[in-house]
């Protein structure tokens, strides 16, 4: 499989960049940057044939089946119908738009195009949530109640490595889709009921830094999600799954019991990057041709609640 990864040069950018690595049959043929000085000099350390800074001319090449997108949110929508209306396969990163009208746009381009469509939702991936999911879909476990912490310090305009970042991002388009996703794909049941708050929004980044998520399933399944922008602690993301035979916690790879007893999820795929996890179930949909697990087609739904959010938080905030 030969791809184009965009925005490879970034924090998660290069990420992807490493988890390639240990994918068998794949290379990089093309990388698309926002600067030259980085893109070049990444292409020339990994030997890549072709760089540059214009997508359309990495899109235009013969040896390029697929594109991945880790470029800033707000490019994500009309980056990923580019590719898609470009004939390739495309693999875009959360979100896959940061409002429901281009959301909506991108899922019907992608059902006409005939090509594999697939967005980052790690959290289907990590190997804690596998380890649940499998158990709900075998009849072992059902979950009751999820709470979600999302905690990071964020006041300044930068990204994971603390780098200056060239776009800002967002608690409710970009964070909450995780963890919205994610407890739809747990439970297996769509949100009937949500009600949010939010905090103040920042008065230089735009964005609100403190939100609060209630949701309900129709069965009565209930989600807690609690983010912040503000947080001086651990930082990332905290999960706690109560469910009718037991309770499990979550913390990026690492997974207990309620009590603290370590279960051990070493062993639940054949790699515990789920970013190299992600790949290959990308890889393998366009290989089978069949939906890949996190399409964007499945994503919409997530992209509708946020939806309801965002009015009702707007709603709020006027008033």
């Known amino acids: 499989m030969r791809l184009l990864v965009a925005g490879a040069t970034g924090a998660f950018g290069r990420k992807h960049m490493a988890a390639l690595d240990n994918i068998d049959g794949v290379e990089v043929t093309s990388i698309i940057g926002g600067s030259e000085a980085p893109t070049k000099a990444m292409a020339e350390e990994r030997n890549i044939s072709h760089w540059s800074l214009d997508l359309a001319e990495g899109l235009a090449r013969d040896n390029v089946d697929a594109a991945i997108l880790v470029t800033p949110t707000q490019q994500h929508a009309a980056q990923a119908i580019q590719v898609l209306e470009a004939g390739k396969h495309c693999f875009v990163e959360i979100p896959m738009a940061d409002n429901i009208e281009d959301s909506r746009r991108l899922a019907d381009v992608a059902n006409a195009s005939g090509k594999k469509a697939m967005v980052g939702h790690v959290r289907r991936f990590n190997p804690p949530h596998q380890w649940v999911h499998n158990r709900v879909k075998s009849g072992d476990l059902s979950v009751q109640q999820m709470q979600i912490r999302t905690m990071f310090f964020r006041r300044t305009n930068t990204n ?10 967002h608690l409710l ?10 407890f739809m794909y747990q439970t297996q049941e769509p949100i009937s009921d949500v009600y949010a708050v939010a905090g103040p929004v920042h008065p230089e980044l735009g964005i609100y830094m403190d939100m609060g998520i209630v949701m309900r399933t129709p069965s009565g399944k209930v989600c807690n999600l609690s983010l912040s922008f503000n947080n001086e602690g651990p930082l990332g993301t905290h999960f706690r799954y109560i469910c009718d035979k037991g309770t499990y916690t979550a913390y990026y790879d690492d997974m207990k019991t309620g009590t603290g007893e370590i279960v051990d999820v070493s062993g639940i795929d054949v790699s515990t990057n789920g970013i190299e996890l992600m790949q290959r179930e990308f890889l393998s949909a366009i290989a089978e041709d069949r939906e890949p697990n996190g399409s964007v087609q499945q994503i919409l739904a997530t992209h509708e609640v946020m939806e309801k959010i965002q009015q009702m938080v707007e709603k709020q905030i006027s008033g």
């Open 160 to 169: 994971a490595l603390g780098e200056k970042r060239s776009w800002v991002d």
């Open 173 to 182: 388009w970009h964070h909450s889709a995780h963890s919205i996703d994610l």
